[in-house]
């Protein structure tokens, strides 16, 4: 499992749960199994459990009970209108993109807001549920045979899985084409992936033309005097390769002190601000003046030269419909 993300992702959030509210209510009945399988069903999808090993589970309906444990994935199922189907989300990570925050705020949250108990999900009745890898290890909502074994189908975000260098080929695709497959919609999906490789296509053109690329990091701040430095275990750090940029920080660190971030120097940071807000982005300006303010930084070149390129927690971890805008918007940044 991706260890690093637990402790990222709670200290990016755990700030919010005062201020953020739930809206979930159990439901009164379970799903109920079809008599016979829906026209273009049954269909099989391979995903995996925690540890990456493939599991295969077959659908005789698209699933109508989904609780979604990864807020990127909310987006991605609102982006292709299957809000109908969502029976809750966890919190977003941040503002929704504005296109989809009217349909993220009207979906049921789940109490706990960034990961639910085991004993939640199950009052909840779901017919799949969606998340991290590690959303579904012992310590978390429990290994996918258990759920399978109350009929709960389960499907693990592939950029989270363990031991992987996720790429938008490797990962968001695929994460997408399934969402089609699941839900009847591989019209749409197909379509819709057919244009963002259109699009990657040219900024990666764009990207192969510059001659002498620019070292990055891409560093969070926790507001503690602590710091994550994003790897190549994480989808970001692809991101920035796609758009021209080569990340330094091969190996993801958490929690790590000022000294190990000064041990880089590259030409741009690309920095995840801490914001508190679960409706507001940090404006560009708010979020170079939070880093440029860190006393112990405040020598490093990119800082001096203010070589910064904001980006949100919730867009580093979105995996989903975000990467190719993310992508597009770091190369233009890289260069201009």
């Known amino acids: 499992m991706k260890k690093t993300h637990k402790y990222l992702l709670l200290a990016a959030c755990s700030l919010l749960l005062t201020t953020a509210g739930c809206q979930f ?15 273009g069903y049954p ?20 699933p109508s009970r989904v609780v979604v444990t990864h807020p990127g994935a909310t987006e991605l199922l609102l982006e292709l209108g299957l809000e109908d189907h969502i029976l809750a989300s966890v919190a977003p990570y941040g503002p929704p ?6 349909k993220y705020a009207n979906l049921p949250l789940t109490k706990a807001l960034y990961a639910p108990s085991q004993e939640e999900l199950v009052l909840m009745q779901p017919d799949l549920i969606i998340g991290w890898s590690h959303h579904f290890d012992v310590g978390g909502f429990g290994d996918v045979t258990a759920w399978q074994k109350r009929n709960v189908a389960t499907y693990i975000v592939p950029s989270t899985l363990p031991a992987v260098t996720p790429t938008v080929e490797g990962t968001v695709y695929p994460f997408i084409d399934d969402m089609g497959k699941l839900f009847g919609i591989t019209d749409k999906t197909t379509d819709y992936i057919h244009q963002l490789q ?10 192969e033309t510059v001659k002498q690329k620019k070292t990055v990091i891409i560093l969070q701040s926790h507001g503690n005097g602590r710091f994550t430095l994003y790897g190549n275990n994480y989808l970001i750090s692809q991101l920035v390769a796609d758009a021209g940029g080569i990340n330094l920080c091969t190996s993801s660190a958490s929690l790590v002190s000022a000294e190990t971030v000064l041990s880089y120097q590259p030409d741009v940071i690309v920095f995840v601000p801490l914001n508190l807000s679960l409706t507001e982005e940090l404006s560009d300006e708010a979020a170079i003046a939070q880093l440029t303010a860190i006393y112990e930084l405040r020598h490093m070149n990119a800082i ?15 995996a989903g419909i975000r990467t190719v805008d993310t992508v597009e918007y770091l190369n233009r940044a890289l260069y201009p």
Do not use: C, W
């Not at 269909?43 to 698209?62: C, F, K, R, S, V």
């Open 25 to 39: 209510s159990p439901p009164a009945t379970g799903p109920v199994a079809p008599a016979q399988a829906t026209a």
């Open 43 to 62: 269909i099989t999808l391979e995903n995996y459990d925690a540890g990456g090993h493939p599991i295969a589970t077959t659908y005789t309906q698209p």
């Open 198 to 207: 259109q699009r990657m296509a040219l900024v990666k053109n764009r990207a």
């Open 304 to 318: 001096e030269q203010k070589s910064i390129i904001p980006l949100s927690f919730f867009t580093v971890n979105n």
């Open 97 to 102: 993109l504005k296109r989809l925050a009217s």
